[in-house]
Nanobody
């Protein structure tokens, strides 16, 4: 069982930056691909970014490419999402997810409870 706890969400002005963190429990963190998803009000949850178990591969949604960076520290069992040049449309609850398979974005093994990011214009 893996437990995921997100943090770092807050109100930020458009153009600003924010770093989200997701702390994972358990000794097998490095065996999981980690992803960030987000869900805006009245919208479906969408994929944002993913990173492979040892961090050698990353993937991004087109909407965040060039602005967001996903990274991980396996020694700290933590994955990060650095968000720059934030836009009001980035406002959402951001969720961390873990999966044993790289490339999967549905049916994830574990989910966190989310952290709210609000970008004001």
């Amino acid at each position: 069982q893996v437990q995921l706890v997100e943090s770092g969400g807050r109100l930020v002005q458009a153009g600003g930056s924010l770093r989200l963190s997701c702390a994972a429990s358990g000794p097998t963190f490095s065996t999981y691909a980690m992803s960030w998803f987000r869900q805006a009000p009245a919208k479906e949850r969408e994929f944002v970014a993913a990173i492979s178990g040892i961090g050698g591969s990353t993937a991004y949604a087109d909407s965040v490419k060039g602005r967001f960076t996903i990274s991980r520290d396996n020694a700290k069992n933590t994955v990060y999402l650095q968000m720059n040049s934030l836009k009001p449309e980035d406002t959402a609850v951001y969720y961390c997810a873990a999966d044993r398979l790289w490339g999967r974005i549905v049916g994830m093994d574990y989910w966190g409870k989310g952290t709210l990011v609000t970008v004001s214009s």
